[in-house]
Structure formats: structure tokens, C-alpha cells
């Protein structure tokens, strides 16, 4: 099925839970353009749980084909992830397991954290290296850790927890306080964890143009507006007897189209991957403000000044993300040190560019799925009189790792699609049993034919 009138290759956009209430208002603002752009047409891939779950999401697909989205290019429904978040530019994580009667929250915690895990590494083998993941289901931070944690051919920044929907209470809770236009509001800050441990901070908002802290009664501020935004979630649950889903849909949306589209100036809270910025424990999924300029990534706003409540507050979720990480421990699957070290250069390098470098650098990020030191090595290249060419500096990096070098077809096969990747690592592993094999005698050489005689085998 093909519907879309617009001129651009269609983007593949993965949604779990699709069938559920958030994930059911979500694609139809997705599949009407919303959220990546009115002239950005996009394909659907929608994921759910076997039986009941697929039997709805049978009705979604329904009514999205009733809609007639000119910009839906297509739509597939699927139960396996490795068929959902096949060639995926843009995932979506939605589904979780709801908290049951009775069930304490680190069993929630533990159960969610396995879909996650689940989820990541089907990512990691048939999603696109550049694919941009959101997650909404909670423990949003957490899961956003576990799923980049079995993600780790995927640039960990790329993995996303959702804070946007708590900014958006956020300013539509001053908005009405002070008469004003959410358009007026800017630089609020939502610290730490999607979680009533999260900190609303206004020491660095406006309001109406003025300081937000010259406006607002801080002993409102303090005693009512931070708790009732940390407790909105249950609010609403108490008030209509189910959880946020039109509100968190809308949240994820502009999420993304911030990502995509660019939002100026304006700051925005998203839940990612800490490298040690404002004390924070490298590796936790930890909110804090940013800025998107339309390409498709976002930067860290740095070197705030916090006070002595705000640091307490940030202590805090950072303790609850902490204990939250602790548990789920087992599933993580080694350790972010390998991650964050490079970045930590990475950092360094970013804050020395130009505009012209930084470009180009975005241009070469989003083509390699190679490890963090050849990342590390693409960025200083790009800041070199002499740059290399980056199959140059691939083997490099291979050579010191003692494994024998690309040839050219298995690198232009990596930078492609699946499918490719799959045919250039399996074209690599021949490359390097012949290798090792070279370096046999013949005596050796001649033992191991008789151990494969019959036997599929590579010609030696």
C-alpha cells in the first residue's frame, strides 16, 4: 500500500504497544504528519503481542487506512520486534507491563526491564545505525538504559527517555497561573527521572520575557507547583480511572518532531545518557535540557548554575535512578565505561568545532556502526589538515585491534542497510578464518582439512 504524495523517501517509524491507548493515538498523529513534518512522508511498522493484542491492532491499521493519510506510505503490523524495528529510522517504545494488584515496584521494574532488554537487542541487529529511539513505556530511564545496554553496535545517545510530557505540564501549569501563552514560557528544566523523584526547575525560566523567579511565589513554587507536577501521572489516573494516553502521545510527538524538524531556541527536557555533566553518574539516563537544531540530533545545555535546592533535588532522582539501575543489574550486560570514556572526548572535540565541522561530522556519525574508538577517530579526522579516507582509517583501527583490514565492497556494504551489514560481516568472517588460516603450517593446514572433510568449508 502507497498513498504518500510527498516527494521525500518515506522514513520507517516503529511503534510498540501500537494497539494500545497511548500507541493508538500516537499513529494516527504520526501518520497524519505531526510529528516528522508535512512534507515527510512515513511507513508505519506497528508492534503488539500475540493474540488479543494483534486482533486490535488489526482495528488501528483499519482506521488508518479509513483516514487516507496522504503522507502514510505504508503500514505493517507484526508480534516479533525483529520484524517491527526492521530498517527502522525512528522507534518508538510504548509498550510495557502495567503495574498489577499487589506487585512491588522493583517486580515491575524487573518485568519491564526484560521487554526492554528484548527490545534493544532486536534494534541492535535489524534497525538502521542512525535510528533514533524514544521511550515512553516506564521506568522510562531505565528502560531507556537497558534497551542501549543490548543496543551496543547503536550510538547510546541516540537512545531517548521520554521528559517532555512532565515540561509540558510543567509550563501548561504556569502558563495558567500567570495568564500567559505556553509559548511564553522557556527554559524550564525537568531534572532526573521520569518518576514523582523528578525536579521542575524554574531558576533559569522565563516567564512573559521576565525571570521566571521574579514572577512566580516561590512558596507556591516549592509547596504546590513541584509536587503536583511530580504527581500528575497519578492525578490524572485518580480523576479518569486510566493513565496519561492523549497527553503522553502528544509528548512523544513533539519529542520527536523537536528531534526532526528543530524547535529554535527554546529548550527541551529529554531523558539521556549522562557522561558525567552536573555530577551526574556517567551512563544513567538522566533528563536535562537541551537544545535541537533540526538535524536530527540534540545538544546538552552546559555549565548552569545550580543552587543549593536545586543540587539536593538533582541529588535525589539521581539516588532513585541509581537504585533503579542496581536493579536490573543482571541485564545490562557489561559495563558503560567503554561508552563514556570516548564520548568524554568526543565532548571535548564537539565543543571545538565549527559549524562546517560539525556538519560534516553529523554527516559521517550517521553512516557507521563501528565502535566508539573508530567514532573517536571519524571526529578527529574531521578536524585534521589532512584528513583521511575513512576506510584509511577503519583499517587502522582493525590493524591495532589485530584483526586483518576491510576491503572495500565489506565497508560500502557495512554503511548500508541490513541486509547488506549482514552479507558484509558474514563476507568479513571468510576474510578472517583465511587469515588465521595463512598463518597455519602446512602440517596444520592439512590436519584441519581432514577435520572438515564432508563438511561445508572455506577453500584453503
Known amino acids: 500500500r502507497s498513498m504518500s504524495t510527498s516527494g521525500l523517501p518515506p522514513l520507517r517509524v516503529s511503534v510498540t504497544g501500537a494497539a494500545g491507548a497511548i500507541g493508538y493515538a500516537l499513529v494516527m498523529r504520526i501518520a497524519s504528519g505531526e510529528m516528522l513534518g508535512k512534507d515527510q512522508s512515513v511507513i508505519l ?19 488508518l487506512d479509513d483516514s487516507a493519510f496522504p503522507l502514510l506510505a505504508g503500514t505493517t503490523m507484526s508480534s516479533d520486534p525483529h520484524e517491527a524495528f526492521g530498517d527502522a529510522d525512528y522507534a518508538l517504545l510504548v509498550g510495557a507491563r502495567p ?46 538504559l537497558v534497551a542501549a545496554h543490548n543496543a551496543p553496535d547503536m550510538n547510546p545517545e541516540n537512545f531517548m527517555a521520554m521528559t517532555k510530557l512532565d515540561q509540558s505540564r510543567a509550563e501548561g501549569m ?27 526547575d524554574i531558576s533559569h ?19 504546590e507547583f513541584v509536587p503536583k507536577v511530580q504527581k500528575r501521572g ?35 527536557s529529554m531523558g539521556v545518557v549522562s557522561h558525567g555533566e552536573y555530577g551526574i553518574t556517567p551512563g544513567l539516563y538522566y533528563s ?58 568526543r565532548e571535548k572535540l564537539r565543543a571545538s568545532m565549527s559549524e562546517d565541522e560539525l556538519k560534516t561530522l553529523v554527516e559521517t556519525e550517521a553512516k557507521f556502526t563501528f565502535d566508539e574508538t573508530v ?10 589538515a589532512a584528513p583521511k579516507p575513512e576506510l584509511t582509517i577503519v583499517n587502522e583501527v582493525l590493524k591495532e ?27 568479513y568472517t571468510e576474510v578472517k578464518i583465511k587469515t588465521a588460516v595463512s598463518k597455519l603450517s602446512d602440517g596444520q593446514k592439512s590436519a584441519l582439512r581432514d577435520s572438515v572433510k564432508g563438511k561445508k568449508a572455506f577453500e584453503f
Open 45 to 63: 511498522q506497528m508492534l503488539e503481542v500475540p493474540g488479543e493484542g494483534m486482533k486490535k491492532l488489526q482495528g488501528v491499521k483499519m482506521e
Open 99 to 144: 503495574r498489577g494488584p499487589g506487585m512491588e515496584r522493583k517486580d515491575l521494574l524487573t518485568a519491564n526491564a526484560k521487554i526492554f532488554q528484548l527490545q534493544g537487542s532486536a534494534l541492535n541487529e535489524v534497525a538502521r545505525r542512525s535510528c533514533k529511539t524514544l521511550v515512553v513505556g516506564n521506568p522510562a530511564n531505565t528502560n531507556a
Open 174 to 200: 504556569l502558563a495558567e497561573k500567570y495568564g500567559c501563552s505556553v509559548d511564553e514560557i522557556n527554559r524550564m528544566i525537568i531534572w532526573g527521572n521520569h518518576s514523582s523523584t523528578q525536579y521542575p
Open 205 to 223: 525560566a522565563s516567564i512573559k520575557g521576565k525571570w521566571a523567579k521574579s514572577v512566580v511565589d516561590m512558596k507556591w513554587y516549592e509547596g
Open 234 to 268: 497519578a492525578e490524572i489516573i485518580d480523576a479518569r480511572g486510566a493513565s496519561s494516553a492523549a497527553s503522553a502521545a502528544s509528548a512523544a510527538v513533539d519529542h520527536l518532531n523537536c528531534l526532526h524538524v528543530g524547535s529554535g531556541d527554546k529548550w527541551q
Open 288 to 345: 536535562v535540557p537541551t537544545i535541537c537544531t533540526g538535524d536530527q540530533t540534540y545538544r546538552k545545555i552546559m555549565g548552569i548554575p545550580i543552587d543549593p535546592y536545586s543540587a539536593k533535588k538533582m541529588n535525589t532522582t539521581e539516588k532513585e535512578l541509581l537504585e533503579e539501575r542496581d536493579g536490573v543489574k543482571s541485564l545490562l550486560g557489561g559495563s558503560f565505561e567503554k561508552i563514556v570514556k570516548p564520548y568524554n572526548v
Open 375 to 384: 567514532r573517536v577517530r571519524m571526529l578527529e579526522n574531521v578536524k585534521s
Open 401 to 427: 585491534a589485530g584483526q586483518p583490514p576491510y576491503t572495500k565492497e565489506i565497508f560500502d556494504l557495512m554503511k548500508g542497510n541490513p541486509m547488506q551489514r549482514k552479507k558484509a560481516t558474514e563476507m
